[in-house]
């Protein structure tokens, strides 16, 4: 498996009980705190593996920077955050490179393993699954009003520890069950990767945009018009495959095409299973929500209702 259908990951099969996950993914700082831009980095990596059904095992550095610009202490703290949130994956971390930078940018080259059958894929999604969202949506946003110094200290912290978050334990709840196909969210917002999965799937997707949980404070910045420039482009790109039913307000349809940072997994399973794992994630994730549905392909890609 590789880039055909914009899966998550590539996938190598070594032997008939062994496949390889195969990811990488780095960009710049959305915090000022070195650290936390380390743990979020990280986990925003892992993701990959955890989306293809799979197990990290082993991570690799990949850091950009100013020497002339940026502390040792910054660059330690920057690794040891990535470290920590490898660690806490339970994978090992075994070097990397660096390399001069104007901008700092840090990420990691990821390899997991699954067994070869439990593969998932965002090409599979049938007519009648169910869509688990397990992150709320609105980081885009939020970091954006961030660098304008517009959050209260408790959305900011909300913010950040959503991004932070690892996918470990939603993916662990949902390798006991059957799901037909899995993404997660990141730069092309719920929108571009439901997309995504429709496309591959060959059906459409329904998006039920009230269901939809959302990060504290995210709507209010959207209602006043706070929102990256990756949302307007995701939406624009869209526009084609994408249909708007009235009654959806422009800040929640904003958020939906928001560019995430480390977001959730999105996941196609049929309903009892649906409903089921709903009930095991949300002691982990709160704010998983059972937030559309897979139909007959038909006049476009996603609907949102």
């Known amino acids: ?137 609105g980081s885009g946003i939020l970091a954006t009003a961030a660098k304008a110094q517009l959050l209260s200290p408790a959305i900011a912290d909300g913010l950040n520890r959503t991004m932070a978050m690892l996918n470990a334990a939603a993916a662990g709840c949902m390798v006991s069950y059957t799901p037909n196909a899995c993404t997660d969210i990141t730069g092309f917002g719920l929108v571009g990767h439901a997309a995504e999965m429709a496309r591959a799937s060959g059906r459409r997707l329904r998006i039920f945009s009230r269901e939809v949980a959302l990060l504290d404070g995210v709507l209010d910045m959207a209602s006043q018009g706070i929102v990256p420039g990756g949302a307007y482009r995701n939406r624009e790109y869209l526009s084609g495959s994408t249909i708007i039913l009235p009654g959806v307000g422009q800040a929640l349809s904003d958020i939906l095409f928001d560019p995430q940072t480390s977001g959730g997994l999105l996941i196609s399973l049929p309903p009892a299973q649906a409903r089921r794992l709903l009930e095991d994630v949300q002691p982990h994730c709160p704010q998983a929500r059972i937030i559309g549905m897979v139909e007959e392909p038909g006049e476009g890609l996603v609907i949102i209702e």
Do not use: W
């Not at 986990?43 to 991570?59: E, F, R």
């Open 1 to 137: 498996m590789g880039y055909d259908t914009a899966d998550d990951a590539a996938v190598y099969l070594v032997n008939d009980d062994t496949a390889l996950i195969q990811t990488v993914d780095f960009f710049p700082p959305m915090v000022d705190d070195p650290y936390l831009f380390g743990q979020i980095a990280a986990a925003n990596a892992l993701s990959d593996v955890y989306a293809m059904g799979g197990t990290p095992k082993l991570a690799m550095n990949l850091l950009c920077f100013p020497s002339d610009r940026i502390s040792r202490e910054d660059v330690q703290a920057i690794l040891v955050g990535g470290a920590d949130k490898v660690h806490e994956a339970g994978a090992s971390l075994c070097g990397g490179h660096t390399i001069e930078d104007k901008e700092p940018k840090y990420g990691l080259c990821v390899t997991g393993f699954a067994h070869p059958q439990r593969i998932l894929t965002n090409s599979k999604a049938q007519t009648g699954d169910l869509l688990l969202l397990t992150k709320p949506l």
